[in-house]
């Protein structure tokens, strides 16, 4: 519906586990985007890639590494997470110009429990 | 003080009302400007850009205040489906958008 697909949509992981997000968009957008959702807090942008290139990276914490192997896929590896961590995981995309004015379209979110 | 500030609510209207929202915002850097609407558990969707000379789009107009740093939204004739959360959005470009998000205020339209 919105170009933006993530998977999976529900994932449940223990601390120790090793887990990946992934994200794809059909829009032919040049830039992607992480953030974060937690309860009674607003999104928080983790991280942008703007022409396969990491450009931002808002002081998250290293056991969340993302990946971006070309401009349509974008992937969040998970690893060693804390309970904290528990939130829903939104990605975006969206066409960067000279004017600035673009648009974010977000995908539907992978909703992540770490016990 | 918060980058982008927004009434959390519940705003609970019957239905046909008008609604407004306000947000202002803090870093007068920001570039543009935009509402989300975002249902429960579904991801945000834009409902519209906010633009200095007010602009309306059906039932919703918004409007921005730079001098204020100031953003509202207006909802005529309030429908059911209008029930969400409305955020509160500014962009500030360096090549790439950088979007910062209110907590949203939550909208209830009661039959």
């Known amino acids: 519906e919105t170009g933006v697909t993530q998977t999976p949509r529900h994932l449940v992981m223990g601390m120790t586990n090793k887990k990946s997000l992934k994200c794809e968009q059909h829009l032919g957008h040049n830039a992607m985007y992480w953030y974060k959702q937690s309860a009674k807090k607003p999104l928080e942008l983790m991280f942008v890639?703007?022409?396969?290139?990491?450009?931002e990276n808002n002081s998250v914490p290293s056991r969340f590494s993302p990946e971006c192997p070309n401009s349509s896929h974008l992937f969040l590896h998970l690893h060693t997470l804390q309970p904290e961590d528990s939130a829903l995981y939104l990605c975006?995309?969206?066409?960067?110009?000279?004017?600035?004015?673009?648009?974010?379209?977000f995908g539907p979110g992978t909703r992540l429990t770490v016990l | 003080r918060k980058e982008v500030e927004q009434d959390p609510g519940p705003f609970n209207v019957p239905e046909g009302a008008t609604v407004a929202f306000n947000c202002t915002y803090s870093?007068?850097?920001?570039?543009?400007f935009f509402w989300y609407r975002q249902d429960c558990r579904k991801e945000p969707k834009l409902l519209m850009s906010v633009y200095s000379s007010g602009n309306e789009d059906g039932r919703f107009t918004a409007q921005l205040n730079r001098a204020s740093q100031y953003i509202s939204l207006l909802i005529r004739d309030s429908k059911l489906s209008d029930s969400a959360t409305y955020l509160c959005v500014v962009n500030k470009v360096a090549g790439y958008s950088t979007l910062t998000f209110g907590k949203g205020t939550m909208l209830l339209v009661s039959p």
């Open positions: 975006a995309s969206s066409h960067v110009t000279s004017v600035g004015n673009d648009t974010q379209y």
């Open positions: 890639y703007s022409l396969e290139e990491r450009v």
């Open positions: 870093n007068s850097a920001s570039q543009s």
